[in-house]
């Protein structure tokens, strides 16, 4: 299966400001996924990252927000903007692995706005 | 409407003694059944998944999950649970457009 490659691996951030999140993974998919979890909760999808097109919000997320890019098979960011405590939370990114019909995530983003 | 429900918050079991993690989904058809296990401050990592065929599934760390159509089940189970199986566990479902619904989470905690 994919190996995926998340950095930073945990952040402490301004409010006001924003950080850029990073997932490399070490073969092309077709799709990635952002997800967020919030502390004590479980995962919540954000949006799904597809090479060569706009990403595709869930409801309750925007891309002035969360913007996305995906530059090629095997690289995404997602930045979380203009930060709010309410922003602390764990961001996770997924593959679709479609040779095993399995999705693998990354080790997460632990994040915590001051 | 589509959903994925973990009854249990919380379960305390205690070591040896085996495990059973309920999940249901609400789906018109057949989805794709996943469990994952998240360790404190850790990833999410895949213990097992079904898709097709054989309903009883097994998986890493002696884990298994049984599929039941009639009940729209996928529950996990594990015959003599280890201190280290503590964790919380994700049941999670796709609904056959390539993304994945996410259960709440049951939290698991061994006694010695």
């Known amino acids: 299966s994919a190996v995926i490659s998340q950095k930073p691996s945990r952040d402490i951030c301004q409010r006001g400001t924003s950080l850029t999140i990073q997932c490399q993974v070490d073969s092309q998919v077709t799709m990635m996924f952002w997800y967020r979890q919030q502390p004590g909760q479980s995962l919540t999808l954000i949006a799904t990252a597809n090479q060569g097109s706009e990403a595709t919000y869930e409801s309750g997320f925007v891309i002035d927000k969360f913007p996305i890019s995906r530059p090629n098979l095997t690289f995404s960011t997602l930045t979380v903007s203009n930060m709010s405590p309410e922003d602390s939370s764990i961001y996770l990114c997924s593959v679709s692995d479609r040779g095993s019909y399995g999705y693998t995530f990354g080790s997460g983003t632990r994040l915590t706005v001051v | 409407a589509q959903s994925v429900t973990q009854p249990d918050i919380h379960i305390t079991v205690s070591e040896g003694a085996s495990l059973e993690l309920r999940c249901n989904y609400s789906?018109?058809?057949?989805?794709?059944l996943f469990w994952y296990v998240q360790s404190p401050g850790q990833g999410l990592q895949l213990l097992l998944k079904y898709f097709s065929g054989d309903t009883l599934v097994q998986g890493i760390k002696g884990f298994e999950a049984e599929f039941k159509r009639s009940q729209s089940s996928f529950n996990l189970r594990k015959p003599s649970v280890h201190w280290s199986d503590a964790a919380e566990y994700f049941c999670?479902?796709?609904?056959?457009?390539?993304?994945?619904?996410f259960g709440a989470g049951t939290t698991v905690t061994v006694r010695a």
């Open positions: 999670a479902v796709g609904f056959g457009d390539y993304k994945l619904s």
């Open positions: 789906y018109g058809a057949t989805p794709y």
